[in-house]
């Protein structure tokens, strides 16, 4: 059975993991940041929260199937490239 991988992957992970959990820290530094001065400084909440989600591409469950699809995506290409160094 041969498996082929298209050269991108998935729709909706960027370029490495590790970009994809950057931009998922980023989101989450600002919704943390949104709601530790909310109360202090009522201003910041909308583009705390407008950054947020567009760090995370839309909301934080669209963010995680990214990430799932990276994840499978990776051990796609490394099962493949381990059956083609046997052959």
């Not at 298209?6 to 989101?27: D, F, Q, Y």
């Not at 989450?28 to 909440?45: D, E, G, M, N, R």
């Not at 760090?55 to 799932?68: F, H, Q």
């Amino acid at each position: 059975m041969q498996v082929s991988i298209p050269k991108e992957p998935c729709t909706m992970c960027p370029v490495s993991i590790t970009w994809h959990l950057l931009r998922g820290a980023g989101a989450l530094a600002l919704i943390a940041l949104a709601v530790l001065l909310s109360s202090a400084h009522p201003w910041i909440v909308p583009p705390a929260l407008v950054g947020a989600l567009l760090l995370l591409r839309g909301c934080p469950m669209c963010w995680l199937v990214g990430l799932l699809e990276r994840l499978s995506a990776r051990k796609a290409a490394k099962a493949s490239e381990a059956t083609s160094q046997r052959a």
